[in-house]
């Protein structure tokens, strides 16, 4: 639904983006949020990464690149 909307500072995305902090303090052993917004930025930048994301809709890297930034105000 965020992505549908096209805002990054929406409600669903925001709550996505508290998702995806969740999961990755399961191995960070702590948070970041330079750290947070440097993963969402290789998410676009490293095709690897893209293609994954962007295998069932084009431009979800880009987007959970979006909200990262958002969600941590950097």
Do not use: N
Not at 8 to 21: L, N, P
Not at 22 to 49: C, N, Q, T
């Amino acid at each position: 639904k965020g992505m549908d909307s096209g805002d990054a500072t929406g409600t669903f995305a925001q709550e996505a983006a508290e998702k995806h902090k969740e999961w990755l303090m399961i191995y960070w052993p702590e948070y970041s949020k330079e750290a947070h917004v440097g993963l969402g930025e290789m998410y676009v930048a490293d095709e690897r990464f893209k293609v994954h994301y962007d295998q069932h809709r084009p431009g979800t890297a880009q987007f959970l690149c979006d909200v990262i930034h958002a969600y941590t105000g950097l």
